[in-house]
């Protein structure tokens, strides 16, 4: 019985290659692919960035109008200001994220193909964005260099499977503790922001810019964004978030604590009063940055999810199914051919 348990344990586990061996497209298909509406993903991943881009703008909009209503040419020149910053922290990031490409893996027998070529040349590109972003900016140790060495040879030999296993070694490694940093800083400019600022409008506008700032940096740190239909889940818990947000800042959070603290504080107005702002900004902050930390959660896992998937997919034998569908369609036109000749003898 030992030795049989032994036995077990001494058995390596089964890779991706062996279980991609196993799987057929009909398999893969079963398993991962979902009924999509790829046109309607589009539409929606367009209509939540402009839901977000006028919540946005309404907040700009009002704090350009409440310095309009103490200075009026401060208010021109807050108007103007909003307006560059609207560009510059909500167009822009938008532009560089949907112009990234992304991994189609939710396919059928019928697009397996198209799919594992578009895929290739998706792979190709990030390799080629990772190498030439080592080379030409300093300092930013996001990549290990060794990794993007062997990275470069692939590319430069055309060796498809060294390039992915060189860009999964980069997402499993460097990539992932560079990812998890990124998500850290831009939660605690959150959470900071919000503590400090004591208004609904500016804390629903930093949320806003914080989070699209922080999938636009994680897209790039992974060199491609996730697929349309992870994008609308995406978009939609940035405008959530910014609504939370605005929420927070409109509500007196703190007073209610403060009435459970009893007797400690019956008495001394201003205490009460110091202590009421105190959790107001805390909570705030504490809430605003843990929602900022399940967007960039949320982002990295699509990545490294659409990234396996695409794996797997690339291991998939798709010809063998292409042959028989080919074999039995001339069975049926050699058929057919008999079957003429038959009725001509008879007549």
């Known amino acids: 019985m030992k030795n049989d348990k032994k036995n077990n344990f001494d058995k390596k586990p089964q890779t991706n290659q062996d279980l991609n061996s196993k799987m057929t497209i009909y ?25 977000i881009g006028v919540f946005l703008f309404f907040c700009l909009f009002s704090i350009a109008m409440r310095v ?50 578009h895929n290739r040349k998706v792979r190709r ?26 990275l470069a040879i692939a590319v430069k030999t055309n060796n498809d ?34 503590a400090l600022s004591q208004t609904s409008k500016v804390d629903a506008a930093l949320v806003v810019v914080i989070n699209l700032q922080l999938v636009k ?32 800042g409109s509500m007196k959070i703190g ?4 009435k459970t603290m009893g007797d400690a504080v019956k008495g001394i107005p201003i205490l009460g009063t110091a202590i009421s702002v105190l959790v107001d900004s805390s909570v705030q902050g504490l809430t605003n940055g843990v929602l900022t930390a399940v967007i960039g959660y949320q982002t990295i896992s699509y990545l ?22 080919e074999e039995t369609c001339a069975e049926i036109e050699s058929e057919l051919k008999k079957g003429k000749k038959g009725g001509a003898q008879v007549a």
């Open 27 to 51: 398999e893969y298909e079963q398993k991962y692919t979902k009924r999509q509406n790829v046109r309607g993903a589009k539409w929606l991943v367009r209509l939540f960035a402009m839901l």
């Open 68 to 117: 309009y209503e103490i200075n009026e040419y401060a208010g021109y020149g807050a108007g103007g200001l909003c307006l560059i910053l609207f560009i510059i922290l909500y167009i822009i990031p938008l532009v560089k994220i949907s112009k990234l490409d992304y991994f189609n893996v939710n396919v059928n027998a019928y697009t397996a193909r198209e799919a594992k070529k």
């Open 125 to 150: 590109e990030i390799a080629d964005k990772i190498i030439d972003f080592t080379g030409k900016v300093e300092g930013v140790g996001w990549y290990d260099s060794k990794v993007v060495g062997e």
């Open 161 to 194: 499977a060294g390039i992915m296993r060189s860009l999964g070694e980069l997402y499993s490694g460097c990539v992932k503790k560079n990812a998890r940093d990124i998500i850290f800083k831009s939660s605690m400019k959150s959470a900071m922001y919000s």
């Open 217 to 248: 940096d994680l897209v790039f740190l992974y060199g491609f964004r996730p697929s349309d239909a992870k994008l609308v889940k995406i978009f939609g818990r940035v405008l959530q978030n910014s609504l939370v947000a605005y929420g927070l």
């Open 255 to 258: 007073n209610s604590i403060v």
């Open 304 to 325: 490294n999810s659409e990234y396996k998937l695409q794996e797997i997919l690339d291991g998939i034998e798709i010809g063998v199914a292409q042959e028989e569908l």
